[in-house]
């Protein structure tokens, strides 16, 4: 009886999106799921997809000890989930050599199933370098299978000890609830949790099921880096007027409503996301109004007009690159430059809305440094009007989160500035 390899051509179309066309695993994985009845199978496409994702630089090393010539994109996929499957799938050997070449003959590939056979029968003569058998960036790349500049730009930014632990470490897989202040303490969220949770600082880190239970305007999914962020924004201080420039979709207007009671504009360049914070708002019973402009585009009635203008500005998720690889495999050192302008554009328009004595704080979920301190740098020279307000209790008085040192948090950055 044929295998039925069903799932595994689901599976290649969503690794093939990410890695040759550029797309957003999470979107496409949601749409195919839907033509899986079982949520065994479920599971299985989404595991061999993450998976095989995950390693697709540790398998790029692979495949260049195996083969002379680097295979076409579809075949060097196709393979790719073999040696997932053989590596880190529990499948048999046999059964994942037979599911690639019926997956490669699936393709149309059938004059390079001998091929394919050859190379993952012959995987287990591979072996992963050890430190010193390549450079110190090479050796943290193909072990946890990481874009070889992305190592680079942390071992620059923080050393090779704290780049290895980054990278190491393992996505958190649970949820980060907490409560609706306007509805419900924390302390009473905490008892309908039914002892089900790990507690933070300002929430609960939760199994995805356990929230199924819970009354939806009582609490919020919102990440712990995102909940210290909003803190950091007004700790020790009391705006009345604040200003949230890419708020979509609200979580962060929202809390600082909570916590501040201040009158909050929340803002995005996209319509349909706007109506996101809209959505928010209204399950949230908040305040927040929403807004729709673009934030590197000056506003005249808004000059000098805030007590604190929140700039949590796009960048390249790079604090979140352990759960969403694919984010990572569609960005460049290119990217990051651009990402960069657009940055410095926002933060030069909204210094303008400020009030003198305000605050202008700026975030980012990115852990590289040209995002963050290097922006930072550059604002302040070109900006003496404005002077640094330390928040939380670094030395250089930024907030930074990096993931697996600071645990179940993902990367983030804040820094507060004052304008004189």
Same mark, same amino acid.
């Given at each position: ?180 202040? &306007? ?17 933070? &600082? ?197 907030? &930074? ?20």
């Amino acid at each position: 009886m044929a295998t039925d390899i069903s799932r595994e051509l689901i599976c290649f179309r969503l690794l093939r999106n990410v890695l040759v066309e550029k797309g957003y695993g999470a979107i496409s994985l949601s749409k195919q799921l839907n033509e899986i009845d079982s949520e065994s199978g479920k599971a299985y496409v989404s595991n061999l997809f993450y998976g095989t994702l995950e390693k697709n630089v540790q398998f790029d090393y692979v495949l260049s000890k195996l083969t002379q010539k680097k295979p076409k994109p579809s075949v060097g996929i196709a393979i790719k989930m073999g040696l997932y499957m053989l590596w880190y799938g529990n499948t048999p050997a046999y059964a994942a050599t037979d599911k690639t070449v019926r997956l490669v003959k699936a393709l149309g590939k059938e004059g390079v199933s001998g091929f394919v056979n050859a190379v993952l029968r012959n995987a287990s003569s591979v072996t992963l370098p050890k430190v010193g058998e390549v450079s110190n960036a090479d050796y943290l790349s193909i072990t946890y299978s990481v874009p070889l500049w992305i190592v680079k730009e942390l071992i620059s930014d923080y050393g090779y000890e704290t780049a290895e632990e980054i990278m190491k470490g393992e996505a958190e897989k649970r949820v980060h609830i907490r409560n609706n202040g &306007r509805v419900i303490t924390k302390e009473g969220l905490k008892k309908k949790l039914n002892g089900e949770y790990e507690s933070t &600082r300002y929430g609960f880190f939760v199994n995805y099921a356990t929230t199924k239970n819970l009354v939806p305007s009582e609490y919020t999914v919102q990440s712990y880096a995102s909940t210290v962020a909003v803190n950091a924004y007004v700790d020790g201080i009391s705006p009345n007027t604040i200003l949230d420039l890419c708020g979509a979709p609200g979580g962060k207007s929202i809390y600082l409503e909570e916590l501040t009671n201040a009158s909050i504009i929340c803002c995005d360049i996209h319509p349909h996301r706007v109506e996101l914070i809209e959505k928010y708002v209204k399950r949230m019973k908040s305040g927040v109004n929403a807004c729709l402009c673009d934030a590197r585009r000056i506003m005249p009635e808004w000059l000098d007009r805030f007590d604190l203008v929140v700039c949590d500005v796009p960048c390249s998720g790079s604090g979140d690159f352990k759960s969403k690889p694919d984010v990572m495999f569609n960005r460049t050192q290119t990217d990051i430059a651009k990402i960069v302008e657009s940055q410095n554009a926002i933060l030069n328009t909204a210094k303008m809305y400020v009030k003198r004595g305000g605050y202008l704080c700026y975030s980012t979920c990115s852990i590289f440094k040209k995002e963050n301190d290097n922006v930072i740098s550059e604002f302040l020279r070109n900006n003496d009007d404005f002077t640094k307000d330390a928040v939380g209790n670094s030395c250089d008085g930024f907030v &930074r989160l990096l993931p697996a040192i600071n645990k179940g948090a993902d990367g983030f950055f804040v820094a507060r500035l004052k304008r004189k």
